[in-house]
């Protein structure tokens, strides 16, 4: 589908060049004009005061049979056996989508002795399991997880497939998407029906945060999409669900693997916590020296919590990346989260948005952060974080 | 070695602000700028001709203005740069945009390694990456944090994980995706910048490359955007009042008793 301009309706009131995204249009003898750069998102549509701009629907040559490709499926990721949080995430949020559909909700699990996870699978809402098992699968490699996800997206055909868009989901997702030749939307935050076509309504930030867009398959199965990790809820789990297990032979040969796992070097367990932490206090910029950032550590220590960093302080070497939060970094979504001399640019906010409860520090109080922030303090973070500590030790000594 | 990096001339989307008034993107005075992450991928690849010699050569789509973007990466010290830039190509989506550079890829003939960002920052989607080494039929790694050693048939790298690293051995040829910590990318100098304006960046047309039209540009991207708008803004909550620090934290204890948290 493009998107035109008919320049006998255009009254060159230019406000369909202010409200595109990409900078695509362009004023040409008193007439909009859209170039290269449009990417069909149709914002300049709804801004049009005389209805000059439309959709012009394209013959696409897709040899796809939709109608066959049915259900909902969640990849689970598992690392050693162990399933990361974001699949149940996924499931509760997938079941949602089958319900809604009309369909089922499968999970896949792909592993080396994985078997003792299908329970927790079901637990957590899946109607089926698709289990593929195999020495080749106790750890990740992108080309056995893309032989193997790919067969079992042409053998089941799925309709929908949600991924966590954690390193590893990044990595095979593209991988398959591309084998399929399908379309996948990456890092979402959202996910709905779209009225209209019953189409996954898939919602991202682009543009470093600045903005969301929402994103639809029409005409490619299976509708693939990364989410966010931390984004979306577990349900209770619920063990007296059960289910059908489809066992699948691995097709994958050792020869296929071209990539060999030589060492993991893990970095302590700091950053595992990050994501799954129930409290984090990050620390920016405004802690002004390298050596303060043991404040962040001391304050989050007495709370139990983890702790995370702006990307300014990852930048200035303070921390290593593995502890940044933001667009770039990691995606958290604590019950509480401490933004400590953290300015909020939008780039942190998007890594950090969904968290429950917001607590700001800093001393500027225009600082962005605290639009967002459910409790606030202006002051100095070396002044004020002591006397949190102090306040807070107290409190439990108390309790 | 033949190398080959993947750029995108991309909005610094660190400038980009919205108009609180009518809600859309301020991109006047917005600079275009190379992705950060791919400088660190032309860094990485300026430093394997260093060490085990050979060419490096970079590869981007995108409209004719992208040459901007392309000099800045001859003025780093990149050999060659080559743009992909027709009609044909605008619109694509991450499917349709990895068709285009594979075919640019393709017509390049031998090559050992391709680099490339972890991700673009005005799309965020690290897609393109995966999906030309998957049309080109190579291994791949991304997130790689350092490059160890290198030979003819193998290529030893640190990949980054949520738990730490994993030390990789690939079979070459091989596609990278770069991230940040790899390496600190260098300024262009006087001598590289003005040698880089003497040099003529090809520009390949649809019709230079061997590539299916149907999986370019609109009609090749499966995915469409339905719809864009700004972000909601959270309510703002409550400020503690107080004169000191002190005050201030004990009010805010208060607060966090109150709702359960410690």
Redesign the interface.
């Given at each position: 589908?493009?998107v035109k301009v008919n320049p006998e309706e255009c009254i060159g009131c230019t406000a369909c060049v202010?409200?595109c995204?990409f900078?695509a249009i362009v004023m040409e003898d008193g007439k909009a004009l859209i170039?290269?750069?449009?990417?069909?998102?149709?914002?300049c549509i709804d801004v049009c005061p005389v209805g000059a701009i439309h959709r012009e629907v394209?013959e696409?040559?897709v040899s796809m049979n939709k109608d066959e490709f049915k259900g909902v499926w969640v990849y689970v990721e598992q690392?050693d056996g162990q399933a990361r949080n974001v699949g149940y995430e996924l499931l509760n949020e997938g079941r949602k989508l089958a319900d809604a559909m009309g369909q089922e909700l499968a999970g896949v699990l792909i592993g080396d002795n994985v078997d003792q996870l299908t329970k927790e699978v079901f637990a957590r809402g899946a109607d089926k399991i698709y289990l593929v098992e195999g020495k080749e699968f106790s750890h990740y490699s992108?080309?056995a997880y893309?032989i193997t996800l790919t067969d079992l997206i042409h053998t089941y055909k799925p309709a929908v497939i949600l991924m966590g868009a954690?390193?590893?989901g990044?990595?095979l997702?593209?991988?398959v998407?591309?084998?399929v030749?399908?379309?996948?939307?990456?890092?979402c935050t959202n996910l709905g029906i779209?009225p209209a076509t019953g189409l996954v309504?898939w919602t991202r930030?682009?543009?470093?945060?600045?903005?969301?867009?929402?994103?639809?398959?029409?005409?490619?199965r299976p509708q693939m999409g990364t989410i966010r990790p931390n984004v979306f809820k577990r349900s209770a789990p619920d063990y007296t669900r059960t289910g059908e297990i489809v066992k699948v032979t691995s097709k994958v040969k050792m020869t296929d693997i071209?990539?060999?796992?030589?060492?993991?070097?893990?970095?302590?367990?700091a950053?595992?916590n990050l994501?799954e932490a129930e409290?984090i206090v990050s620390g920016g910029r405004g802690l002004s020296k390298p050596e303060s950032f043991a404040l962040i550590e001391e304050l989050a220590d007495v709370?139990g919590g983890a702790v995370g960093a702006s990307r300014a302080v990852v930048d200035a070497g303070w921390k290593?990346?593995?502890y940044q939060v933001g667009?770039?970094g990691k995606t958290v979504g604590p019950?509480?989260y401490f933004a400590c001399g953290i300015s909020g640019?939008i780039?942190h906010v998007a890594g950090m948005?969904s968290s429950d409860?917001?607590?700001a520090i800093n001393k500027d109080p225009e600082a962005p952060i605290?639009?967002?922030?459910?409790?606030?303090?202006?002051?100095?973070v070396m002044?004020?974080i002591p006397?949190?500590i102090?306040?807070?030790k107290k409190?439990?000594a108390a309790? | 070695m033949d190398i080959v990096v993947c750029v995108k001339q991309v909005p610094d989307t660190t400038e980009v602000r919205i108009d609180p008034e009518t809600n859309t993107l301020i991109r006047q005075g917005v600079p275009s700028i190379v992705n950060p992450f791919d400088k660190n991928a032309v860094e990485a690849a300026l430093q394997l001709r260093e060490k085990y010699g050979g060419k490096v050569t970079i590869l981007s789509m995108g409209p004719l203005q992208s040459k901007e973007a392309l000099k800045e990466c001859l003025a780093m010290g990149a050999d060659e740069a080559i743009l992909l830039s027709d009609r044909a190509f605008g619109g694509s989506d991450t499917l349709a945009t990895s068709h285009a550079l594979a075919a640019g890829l393709r017509k390049m003939g031998k090559v050992d390694i391709i680099l490339c960002g972890k991700q673009a920052i005005d799309g965020d989607t690290a897609q393109v990456g995966p999906e030309i080494a998957e049309h080109l039929g190579i291994t791949q790694v991304t997130y790689v944090s350092k490059i160890n050693t290198v030979d003819e048939q193998v290529i030893r790298v640190e990949r980054e994980h949520e738990e730490g690293y994993e030390v990789i051995e690939a079979q070459m040829p091989v596609l990278l995706t770069v991230v940040k910590s790899i390496n600190e990318p260098r300024y262009p100098t006087v001598k590289g910048t003005m040698k880089a304006n003497r040099k003529e960046i090809p520009v390949w047309t649809v019709d230079d490359v061997e590539v299916d039209r149907d999986a370019l540009g609109l009609k090749g991207s499966p995915t469409q955007v339905r719809r864009i708008f700004t972000p909601e803004r959270r309510v703002q909550g409550e400020m503690m009042q107080a004169d000191t620090a002190r005050e201030a934290a004990t009010l805010l204890v208060k607060r966090l008793v109150e709702i359960k948290i410690i």
């Open positions: 589908m493009a202010g409200a995204p900078g170039t290269d750069a449009c990417t069909a998102c149709g914002a394209e696409k040559n690392v992108t080309d893309t954690t390193n590893d990044r990595d997702g593209p991988r998407a591309g084998r030749g399908t379309g996948l939307t990456a890092d779209d309504a930030p682009a543009f470093g945060g600045n903005i969301m867009a929402t994103i639809l398959c029409p005409d490619h071209r990539t060999k796992l030589l060492e993991i070097i893990r970095e302590g367990v950053s595992a994501e409290i709370l290593p990346a593995l667009q770039t019950k509480v640019a780039q948005s409860i917001v607590i605290f639009k967002i922030a459910n409790y606030g303090i202006v002051g100095d002044e004020v006397a949190l102090d306040e807070i409190v439990k309790g | -």
